[in-house]
């Protein structure tokens, strides 16, 4: 902070101040009195002020950085703060404390989210023939969500969106040794002003769903989609990426048929986006 910054800063002190010199100048000019008598007084206090306004310059600098380095909002900055010297400056080192302990709140629930993630995905390992040395790619397809849809003053908007998601294992000849294929289709919420929301209650993957998804009975093969999307996963088993592109999706193909009877058609761009990965 330069000391022009800092006069900038208190200006209206200093304008108060030259208006009072005005005024007691205008005041001796109407009575005819001595305006010496004013001028004097006046540059003694410029002087003490002037010695009065480095002194104050160095302590707001001091405050100043001290404050700069407590940017990243650390625990340990915070203790470090300068006291506060007004009702304002303590307003502010609470609300900074309340956000302070708001990202820990929500680094924390990330954290659990992520551990959870963890736990989950072992708890749901199995043996689909990767190996030591495969290559893991993830691809997500993600349909097009209508555009311009808005809430209005008396009701939000409901959109359904549909997630994709594809996990392949590779090897060094970059065909498939093993593949998981997903979906979720969370409902989103647009609001009057355009602002979306997600569920607030939880959102499964149809493979988490298991047999809750209820598909058994409307299938042919009475499959629920989780075993239809492990039937399309192990008919990838030793193909490329060229031979999976070129796989029928129309249920032509009595083999895939035979398997899996849902639409592969965003499961096979969720496979071919994970294998394009670099």
Known sequence: MRFWDYLRYRRRMLLAAAVCCVIFAASFALYRLPL????????????VGLGFAVWDYR?????????TGCGDLTAELLRELPPPESLAEEDYRAQLLHLR????ELQSAADNRYRDAIVRACENAQVLGAARG????????????????????????????????????????????????????????????????????PVYTKNE???????????????EWYEH????????????AVEIGKLSTDGTDADLKALCTISVTDLQKAVLKAMAEQ
Request: aromatic share 4%; charged share 25%; glycine share 10%.
């Open 101 to 104: 302990q708001l990202c820990t």
């Open 209 to 223: 769903l298991g047999d809750r998804y209820g598909m058994r009975s409307a299938s042919a093969l009475g499959k």
């Open 59 to 67: 302590r707001t600098l001091k405050r100043h950085r001290a404050l």
């Open 134 to 201: 495969d290559t893991v790619k993830l691809g997500v397809e993600v349909a097009e969500i209508p555009q311009g849809l808005v809430g209005t003053d008396d009701k939000d908007a409901q959109v359904q969106a549909k997630i994709t998601l594809a996990v392949v294992t590779m090897d060094e000849n970059a065909r498939v040794t093993s593949a998981i294929g997903d979906m979720t289709e969370p409902e989103l919420t647009v609001s009057a002003d355009g602002t979306v929301s997600a569920p607030r209650e």
């Open 229 to 240: 999307s492990a039937g399309w996963c192990s008919y990838l088993k030793g193909k490329n």
């Open 36 to 47: 010496r008598a004013v001028l004097y007084p006046v540059g003694l206090c410029l002087l």
